[in-house]
């Protein structure tokens, strides 16, 4: 079945970098988008940009540009997040999604991994 | 940015009882709408796209309707497994944007 399989849980320090993993499997991950999102504890969910696997290309939401990297790594079917000068603001659940669609972004989140809670605390 | 208002943002009901859920963009955003339903320490699960196609697997009970600024997800009897936290979203624009959410608790 269709599955995403996110890192584990990370502590870190204000100012610091976190990259999250997120391993696909049961499908084909070129040919899925990738969608990044967060989620502040007792928050609503936060879309943050996505990445397309087959060539890379990415899309960033204004709030996090210039501080959020989202890369692929095609051989082992996983996308990978880096956010980095991390603040206390940035605590958060992270969860990476597939677009619904194949081939072509539609905007649909399906299915989700099981979310990465990041930590940012002195 | 494309500001998406739920209501009400939380709301007791019973078993079998019918409840609809409202969201409404501060822009027209066509039938770019998307309803997720989420438990407490889950991932969102997503139950409708595309204002009111029902995601596979999804119960019939489910159902979405609306369309430009004003959208509603209705359940037309309660379940208990239905109780949950619901969030509307948009795909029209970026940055995708979501609802604040609406909390179904038990009555």
């Known amino acids: 079945q269709v599955q995403l399989v996110q890192s584990g849980s990370e502590v870190k320090k204000p100012g610091a970098s976190v990259e999250v993993s997120c391993k696909a499997s049961?499908?084909?991950?070129?040919?899925?988008?990738i969608h990044w999102l967060r989620q502040a504890p007792g928050q609503g969910l936060e879309w943050m940009g996505w990445i397309k696997p087959n060539s890379g290309d990415t899309n960033y939401a204004q709030k996090f540009q210039g501080r959020v990297t989202m890369t692929r790594d095609t051989s082992i079917s996983t996308a990978y997040m880096e956010l980095s000068r991390l603040s206390s603001d940035d605590t958060a659940v992270y969860y990476c999604?597939?677009?619904?669609?194949?081939?072509?972004?539609?905007?649909?989140?399906?299915?989700w991994g099981q979310g990465t809670l990041v930590t940012v605390s002195s | 940015d494309i500001q998406m208002t739920q209501s009400p943002s939380s709301v007791s009901a019973s078993v079998g009882d019918r409840v609809t859920i409202t969201c409404r963009a501060s822009?027209?955003?066509?039938?770019?709408l998307a309803w997720f339903q989420q438990k407490p320490g889950q991932a969102p699960k997503l139950l409708i796209y595309?204002?009111?196609i029902l995601q596979s697997g999804v119960p019939s009970r489910f159902s979405g309707s609306g369309s430009g600024t004003v959208f509603t997800l209705t359940i037309s009897s309660l379940q208990p497994e239905d109780f949950a936290t619901y969030y509307c979203q948009q795909a029209n624009s970026f940055p995708i944007t979501f609802g604040q959410g609406t909390r179904l608790e038990i009555k």
């Open positions: 595309a204002t009111s």
């Open positions: 999604a597939r677009d619904w669609n194949s081939g072509d972004y539609v905007g649909w989140f399906d299915p």
């Open positions: 822009q027209v955003i066509s039938s770019w």
């Open positions: 049961g499908y084909t991950f070129t040919d899925y988008y």
